[in-house]
């Protein structure tokens, strides 16, 4: 079994009885920057609005998971409403570390002591998985690349685009800019797994943001690549046309090419066909 070297860091960040939200833990530890993204992402600052449950996105060349969870009566966690762990690596694989964020969580939940997050997370880390009584069992090598391809959307996809699809394999095929929509943030996160899976023959993962903000620190790291695939659950993102060149409408079931890219993008797509 191999050891689970990818793992960059493992966090807590809780929200108090009062409403506070406080980073409260780390090991072994995390940048200022890293902080102002993930905790702009988790969300556990809206007064009303529950956290998604678990998210994904990107980081310079890192990815971060964060896996929100409730405080009951009967958790070992009296002052805190809700928290959020989250784990920073150096990989893609949203399955895998939703597994194991839900496996930490319930520990945490349990007996309230970083101490045990910090043995299961170095035991995943030295030896590739970790074990509980009653919360649960992770092991790395069960989420090895042929189950990430079967957990993928492929033909979902297909089915929702039909023939349109070619015009997406194209864009990858000639490393155009990729931004996909959609309003949901847990079906954005979905869908934004089956592009890597359309072209397995390329590390599409190396450019893939699976969830931006129209905010100014994620949109200059977004520019610093000459192409990628990136999703969006703010719709104004359709108006930025100068950051895409073809842009996938998962909702609308629409594919629009911009003027800049069609000639190109047009000719590749009727070889294909041909």
């Not at 807590?12 to 530890?29: F, M, R």
């Not at 990729?178 to 993962?205: C, D, G, N």
Request: hydrophobic share 35%; charged share 25%.
């Amino acid at each position: 079994m191999a050891p689970l070297t990818d793992l960059l860091s493992c966090s807590i960040i809780e929200k108090d009885c009062n409403g506070d939200v406080l980073w409260t833990w780390s090991y072994p530890a995390v940048t200022e920057s890293q902080k102002t993204v993930v905790m702009r992402k988790c969300n556990l600052k809206l007064e009303h609005n529950s956290p998604h449950v678990f998210v994904c996105a990107r980081h310079g060349h890192d990815w971060f998971y964060i896996y929100c969870s409730e405080v009951f009566d009967s958790d070992k966690l009296p002052k805190v409403k809700q928290f959020a762990l989250v784990l920073f690596a150096k990989d893609f694989s949203p399955q895998k570390y939703e597994v194991l964020s839900r496996v930490l969580s319930k520990m945490y939940c349990k007996t309230g002591k970083p101490t045990e997050i910090l043995q299961l997370y170095l035991s995943v880390f030295t030896k590739g998985s970790c074990s509980t009584q009653e919360n649960g069992t992770f092991v790395s090598d069960d989420f090895n690349t042929h189950r990430f391809a079967a957990n993928t959307n492929v033909r979902e996809l297909i089915k929702t685009f039909e023939l349109e699809t070619i015009l997406i394999y194209t864009a990858l095929l000639l490393k155009k800019r990729i931004v996909v929509y959609h309003h949901s943030l847990e079906q954005l996160l979905k869908w934004i797994r089956t592009f890597p899976a359309l072209m397995r023959h390329r590390k599409v993962t190396d450019n893939l943001f699976p969830w931006i903000d129209l905010v100014n620190d994620e949109l200059t790291e977004l520019k610093r690549h000459p192409y990628y695939v990136a999703g969006c659950n703010n719709s104004s993102i359709s108006s930025r046309t100068d950051l895409y060149d073809l842009f996938v409408n998962i909702p609308a079931r629409e594919i629009t090419v911009t003027s800049h890219a069609k000639g190109r993008i047009d000719r590749n797509k009727s070889y294909l066909l041909e």
